[in-house]
């Protein structure tokens, strides 16, 4: 005789594994499965990949987690110190996953504001530039917190790493600067001459090591 339909009190605990759910996918630890039977990523296309934490370091670099799989990378800057006061910021791009980086072909405009709240004056203006450089900028005026400086939280966007083209990116960065001012600066750049896939960046201040502070890493998936 021939079963049409089994109850579900006819089916004993963990009866049934994971291998006969017939689901799209791979189950592993950062997947779960969602109503349309397809094991996803938690978090969407957004893929977290690894995080440097510095340390008195001359720099911070990611050398791996870079894959065709992700369209666009993520970096996540957050309370980055500087030794030295009053520095730059800057990324440094390669092709050969960081045993050299570009020594020209990046291109990159600032522009940033300025709020003064004990004057209640704005002010925006161009700011730093990269043209045919070896790196490109994050920030260029950021405190190492002595007096009333304020580290800066920022945010860069890599497009088209992974594909033999120019690479493109977009950064902000927001902070407190002495005398209380809220600065918000903003840079847009590309690689010219450069059409190779781009595997590893490194992050620098102008001068001096990076005394402490965070950089996560995160792929973005082309769905």
Known sequence: MALTKIEASNVSDDAVNIAQLGATGTPSATTFLRGDNTWTEVGGNTVF?????ASDDASLA?????STIYHEYLF???????????VALHFYLSNDAGSSYYTSEMYSISWYANRSPSAS?????????SWNSAYSF?????????????????????YRADVAEETAWQSISSQFEATNIFSL??????????????NAIKFQFASGN???GDIRMYGVKAE
């Open 49 to 53: 990949i690894s995080k440097q934490t």
């Open 62 to 66: 990611f050398t791996s987690g870079f």
């Open 76 to 86: 996540k800057i957050d309370n980055l110190k500087p030794a030295s006061d009053t």
């Open 121 to 129: 004056t704005n002010s925006d203006a161009i700011g730093a530039t």
């Open 138 to 158: 994050i920030n260029w005026d950021q405190g190492n917190d002595a007096g009333t400086d304020w580290r800066a939280i920022s945010e860069l966007r890599l």
């Open 185 to 198: 600066q903003l840079t847009a750049g590309s690689t010219s001459g450069a059409a190779e896939v781009v």
């Open 210 to 212: 990076i005394t402490s």
